[in-house]
């Protein structure tokens, strides 16, 4: 089973600032078979880059997916209000397909 | 648009059994693999189980094979998931998620479900 790890698992930013989250897989994800997923209180996560850096439709372009193999990172480059959430990752290239443990965005 | 709407969680008692639905709608739904996913309270995301999109395929994870059940009927647009022998750690909203194509293989989730709720205590 393929684990990952998301850090940091809080991050306290400002509207505004950059945010960079990152997962780290604990073997190579195969052809970068990972997302990212968005998921505020209350609500089902939603679908926000898939394949590693292409993005779902509707997600605005401050949302940006990289890298491969064992490193991936999920780059906001704009912190807007409505971005402070919960963001996980998940891999779907070798069953059991696996999420990280989250990264919460907050307010600082 | 695609819309998915789980139904039947609720309280059950240690041992028992519940059926949970996903009423699917907006796509054709016999050509998408359909997964669930669950999320313990103040947890995190685990997948449970995904169904190819003629039917034939199941899979599961460790955790719950043996005791959930995944179906789906094409002609209804409905998923389901029997799930018996339940135990406390299966508490959880479980969320019925739609898959990108018709294989169980290399998907990603989306859209999700607004999840429903499963409470084993007694």
């Known amino acids: 089973e393929i684990v990952l790890t998301q850090s940091p698992g809080t991050l306290s930013l400002s509207p505004g600032e950059r945010a960079t989250l990152s997962c780290r897989a604990s073997q190579s994800v195969s052809s970068s078979y990972l997302a990212w997923y968005q998921q505020k209180p209350g609500q089902s996560p939603r679908l926000l880059i898939y394949?590693?850096?292409s993005r779902a439709t509707g997600i605005p372009d401050r949302f940006s997916g990289s890298g491969s193999g064992t490193d991936f990172t999920l780059t906001i480059s704009r912190l807007e209000p409505e971005d402070f959430a919960v963001y996980y990752c998940q891999q779907y290239g070798s069953s059991p397909w696996t999420f990280g443990q989250g990264t919460k965005v907050e307010i600082k | 648009e695609v819309q998915l709407v789980e139904s039947g969680g609720g309280l059950v008692q240690p041992g028992g059994s519940l059926t949970l639905s996903c009423a699917a709608s907006g796509f054709t739904f016999s050509n998408y693999a359909m997964s669930w996913v669950r999320q313990a309270p103040g947890r995190g995301l685990e997948w449970v189980s995904t169904i190819s999109g003629g039917g034939a395929g199941t899979y599961y994870a460790d955790s719950v094979k043996g005791r959930f059940t995944i179906s789906r009927d094409n002609s209804k647009n409905t998923l389901y998931l029997q799930m018996n022998s339940l135990r406390a750690e299966d508490t959880a909203v479980y969320y019925c998620?739609?898959?990108?194509?018709?294989?169980?293989?290399?998907?990603?989730?989306?859209?999700w479900g607004q999840g429903t709720l499963v409470t084993v205590s007694s």
């Open positions: 394949g590693a850096s």
């Open positions: 998620a739609k898959n990108q194509r018709s294989s169980w293989l290399y998907n990603w989730f989306d859209p």
